[in-house]
């Protein structure tokens, strides 16, 4: 579904990505995770194609990234912190994102009902509260259907009951067959939602496997230490 090959991405003199090599699973849910500064977010960035230029290859459902942008049409994404023009109504930004992709078939409007965002469409984004807005970026993410998810800590902002009805969807939405790829800061989460862990330190891939194989890697006791000790370095 995607597949990375000896990627690496400097900025100057900073390497940021060094020799990446992944295989992110069909129809799994993957967590990328590591401290701030590891390059999580210049790894979802190159895939995203908003980094360009860099050492190593990229492919999305068998397609090399080589600067066009067909691929994309196949990918929900859900960046950590929404920008949207703050003068534009909910629906202004619904009817925006429809007429750029010029694609209105079989689209999910699940999250717009169970967010009752029907209720904010008259609302002008500087007026809303950062959990709605959450609330809008994440019905974008799911609305045209894709196979690939990318969701940048999705539930930051959630209020409880809002953030239940997004993992459900989420796990709805994988046992549908969808590929998806997350990060997030919230251990539960973890626990909740990943089926495999990419864990990144310094530009590298220090582990890639199932959750138990981490913490029995780490020796402890549960995964959240089990996710300390890697950021510390105490793990090869």
Partial sequence: MIEINSLNKNYGSLNVLK??????????????????????????????????KYDGSILVNGELLNGGSGYRKDIGYMPQSASFPE????????EMVKDLRNNTENMDEELISKFNLKNEMNKRLKNLSGGTVQKVSAA????????????????AGLDPVSSGILKDKIIKENGAGKTILF??????????????????????????GPLNSLINLTGEKNLERSVASVMMGKVA
């Avoid at 974008?140 to 539930?155: C, Q």
Wanted: charged content about 15%; proline content about 4%.
């Fill in 183 to 208: 990060t997030s800061h919230i251990m539960s989460e973890l626990e909740d939602l990943a089926q495999n862990i990419v864990f990144i330190l310094e530009g590298k891939i220090c582990f890639e």
């Fill in 87 to 94: 003068n534009l109504t909910v629906r202004n930004i619904f």
């Fill in 19 to 52: 020799n990446i090599n992944l295989n992110l699973a069909e129809g799994k849910i993957t967590y990328l995770v590591g401290p701030n500064g590891s390059g999580k977010t210049t790894l979802i960035k190159s895939i995203l194609g908003l980094v360009k």
């Fill in 140 to 155: 974008l993410a799911f609305l045209f259907n894709p196979s690939i998810l990318i969701l940048d800590e999705p539930t």
